[in-house]
């Protein structure tokens, strides 16, 4: 049976197709050709992060400026933690909560914790376990300042690790009036061992931030030790009445700003609230024209600022 060129045609076209076709009758796709594959790399070890610095506060309580001052060289000197400062006078209630540690600091008031002071802490509320370290500032006699201090914080359920009292110049005018300035203090040992102590201090918080175990260190000398706390009310009968020169007043309102118990309105000249007042003198210390006086002592024995 011949067949016709038209059919033969078609027939090498079947076949050819047949050919390049699977089974299933799907045109068979190239194998892809594998990537070539890259090189692994190793990622760098980094070094191990040191935990962050403990934050800390010192809440302070400071008349003439003395406390504040050794508060601001404490929080310079300390390296493994940062603090703030807080002034319990102008600020509000502090939030403890966002510090690792706690310092209370003020200065010694008839060789004992002034009545601000004392106030402040009872409104802070338990603390319990919170680290803290004391501290205060005084003149002529630290007293049981540092020792009351250290049990009213205890009190509080605070783990007071450290305490210091540093020598400052006297800011209570009767002293002042009867020689007993210690204008020079602290003196380069006095200045040394405060050095030594803060050194000793950031210690202690470099364990704290490492988990270790802490060594308390509350330096009390013997003289604190026996001195006991001198009536308060001697203050105000050393101060006796307060009166205005208004020859001398400028209006400027700097008494009223400093005063602790709101014992001072302006109108505009100052006018004093015996009754509130708890002869703290800041007001005759940090009167510009000393135009603030007593009838013991006007214009004389004041205490305007820190000594640097």
């Not at 509320?125 to 501290?135: Q, R």
């Not at 690790?161 to 020598?167: E, K, P, Q, R």
């Not at 002042?176 to 061992?193: H, I, K, M, V, Y």
């Not at 700003?257 to 302006?266: D, K, T, W």
């Amino acid at each position: 049976m011949k067949m016709g060129r038209r059919k033969f045609l078609k027939s090498i076209a079947f076949a050819g197709a047949i050919a390049t076709r699977g089974f299933s009758g799907c045109v068979s796709e190239p194998e892809p050709t594998p990537a070539p594959s890259m090189p692994t790399r190793t990622a760098p070890t980094l070094p191990a992060t040191a935990p962050p610095a403990p934050k800390g506060i010192i809440c302070y309580y400071s008349a003439s400026g003395n406390t504040k001052l050794a508060c601001q060289y404490i929080a310079n000197k300390i390296k493994s933690a940062k603090f703030d400062l807080f002034d319990i006078v102008k600020e509000k209630s502090p939030d403890l909560d966002k510090y690792a540690v706690v310092g209370l600091a003020t200065f010694a008031d008839f060789w004992s914790v002034p009545y601000y002071f004392c106030s402040f802490l009872e409104k802070l509320g338990p603390h319990t376990k919170k680290h803290a370290f004391v501290f205060n500032t005084y003149g002529s006699a630290s007293g049981k300042t540092l020792i009351r201090l250290k049990n009213m914080a205890e009190k509080n359920g605070f783990n007071v690790v450290a305490g210091y009292s540093l020598h400052t110049p006297e800011s209570y005018p009767p002293l002042r009036a009867r020689g007993s300035t210690f204008d020079d203090s602290p003196d380069e040992n006095e200045l040394e061992e405060f050095n030594e102590f803060i050194s000793r201090f950031d210690n202690q918080l470099k364990s704290i931030q490492e988990g270790n175990a802490v060594n308390k260190e509350i330096k009390i000398s013997f003289l604190s030790r026996i001195l006991q706390e001198l009536p308060r009310t001697q203050a105000r009968k050393d101060m006796g009445e307060k009166y205005v020169d208004e020859s001398l007043c400028i209006e400027c309102g700097v008494c009223k700003s400093v005063c602790p118990y709101g014992a001072i309105q302006l109108k505009p000249k100052p006018v004093f609230d015996m009754d509130k007042c708890f002869g703290c003198w800041a007001c005759y210390n940090h009167c510009t024209e000393k135009a603030i006086y007593t009838k013991k002592y006007k214009g004389t024995s004041q205490y305007p600022k820190p000594s640097k």
